[in-house]
């Protein structure tokens, strides 16, 4: 088994899975802004900023395996890198390379259409659909305890995102007349259709489980390299990608495909792809590194990290729900890494009666 590799000293292991945490509390803040903080009118084309995503990673991708190619004795890395990324099992990539369009489309309705905060609570089903997806496809047993965990897991994270949101819709509500249609919608937005919101963000959780899960296996029971698997993910992800930005609904005032393509990207179009960019690699490494169910922990602990960065920054005070959630998100994570056997008996008791 290849030995973890390190980052000045500590595993990478658990680099990747606090660096994701980090990233994912930064992703659906910057990319909610992003979306309604303008005017429709003014806003961006999300099929403009899935295909940038898939095109920046892939290329990052190729730069990071052509470079550990040419430290390596391979003669002709370039070629050699070639000849890997159209292996006669590229075609695998295709089926997770699809779901992952189709996950980052809807994560854009849905974001457009749910406060953050709600957002991030729903979305966190994910852990669920991931764990089925990881007993379905690569057989892991879990045992009663671990499903237990999962759960108390989820229940947790919905506890503090839910007393996060109400919090979170408060400065909103000073902006719009009181008893107005929309008094709870942030400035400018566009009008938010919470049911469009749920379906898309229900739809991304089994697309993410699913997807996550089918790369883990392809990587894991394969020898070829991490970063080529991106390249050929990205490559795969081009064509449905493409088609929205091809023939998708035409922007207003259309002046053509291209000018479309980059009308009204501005800085926070920009930043909102360059975290996903970001998240997409760091994703990469912590599947490769640990697994798709560590990383559920992990960006469940990020909500904490994210509300406790609040405390600080902006004066937010600590509620009880906020203790009750993320107590019941640090239990879950203690019990869910309890080896075999030696999990607490009263709970052993209750789940086996
Ligand atoms: O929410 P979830 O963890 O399922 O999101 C995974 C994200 O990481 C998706 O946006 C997907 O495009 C990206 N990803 C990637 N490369 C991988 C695995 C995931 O870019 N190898």
Not at 194 to 214: D, E, I, N, R, W
């Amino acid at each position: 088994k290849e030995a973890t590799p390190t980052v000045f000293g500590l595993p990478l292991k658990y680099v990747s899975l606090v660096t994701l945490a980090v990233q994912n509390a930064a992703l659906s803040i910057v990319m909610h802004y992003s979306r309604v903080s303008t005017p429709p009118s003014k806003s961006y084309s999300p099929a403009s900023a899935v295909l940038l995503n898939e095109i920046l990673k892939g290329s990052i991708s190729f730069g990071i395996a052509l470079w550990r190619l040419s430290k390596s004795d391979v003669p002709r890395p370039f070629k050699h890198l070639l000849c890997e990324t159209f292996s006669h099992d590229c075609w695998k990539l295709s089926i997770p390379a699809v779901l992952y369009v189709v996950q980052n489309s809807l994560q854009f309705v849905a974001i457009s259409n749910l406060p953050v905060a709600t957002f991030q609570v729903t979305y966190q089903m994910k852990i669920l659909t991931t764990a089925a997806f990881s007993v379905l496809l690569l057989r892991r047993r879990l045992t009663s305890t671990k499903w237990v965990s999962l759960f108390f897991l989820a229940a947790g994270v919905a506890i503090v995102q839910i007393q996060t949101s109400t919090r979170a819709l408060a400065p909103h509500k000073l902006n719009r007349p009181v008893g107005s249609a929309h008094e709870s919608a942030p400035l400018y937005t566009h009008i938010m259709s919470p049911l469009k919101g749920f379906g898309a963000v229900t739809a991304a959780c089994f697309t993410s489980g699913l997807a996550g899960v089918y790369f883990e296996m392809v990587l894991k029971n394969s020898k070829a390299d991490l970063w080529v698997r991106n390249v050929q993910l990205s490559l795969f992800s081009l064509v449905p990608a493409l088609v929205p930005v091809l023939y998708g609904p035409p922007m207003p005032d259309s002046h053509g495909f291209i000018a479309d393509f980059f009308k009204n990207f501005g800085g926070w179009a920009w930043a909102t792809v360059s975290v996903q960019v970001f998240g997409g690699l760091v994703t990469a490494v912590v599947i490769k590194y640990s697994d798709n169910i560590l990383k559920g922990f992990a960006t469940s602990l990020s909500i904490i990290l994210s509300f406790l960065a609040s405390v600080i920054l902006f004066n937010f005070s600590i509620t009880p729900s906020f203790l009750i959630g993320s107590s019941t998100v640090l239990i879950a994570t203690w019990l869910y890494n309890q080896p075999a056997g030696k999990e607490p008996s009263l709970l052993v008791n209750v789940v086996n009666s």
